[in-house]
């Protein structure tokens, strides 16, 4: 029996910049809060395809698992919610919001 489909968002990261980035519904956001969930598993594949021919913007765009929480997507494995809150050396960029 397969796998129940569950909640997934887009994500890659910037070509120029290397920042962890999450498609919303007309484009990018560095926010994971701002992502567009997506719940349909035939329309995560269209917008996973969408995003991989963004060879210009993206590089390794993947469908990450996602719960919902209070609204907003939360990561379910430990490697997506490191990617969200930035590199770990120094408390720099998303981690002062923390």
Do not use: C
């Amino acid at each position: 029996m397969p796998k129940p489909f569950t909640p997934k968002v887009v994500t890659a990261n910037a070509l120029l910049e290397g920042d962890v980035i999450y498609q919303t519904a007309t484009g990018w956001t560095r926010d994971l809060a701002e992502a567009e969930v997506l719940t349909d598993e035939a329309d995560a594949e269209l917008r996973l395809i969408d995003a991989m021919q963004q060879q210009d913007k993206v590089v390794g765009a993947y469908l990450a698992d996602m719960k919902i929480d209070g609204g907003r997507p939360r990561p379910t494995h430990f490697r997506e919610d490191f990617r969200a809150t930035g590199p770990s050396n120094y408390t720099h960029g998303k981690q002062e919001r923390i």
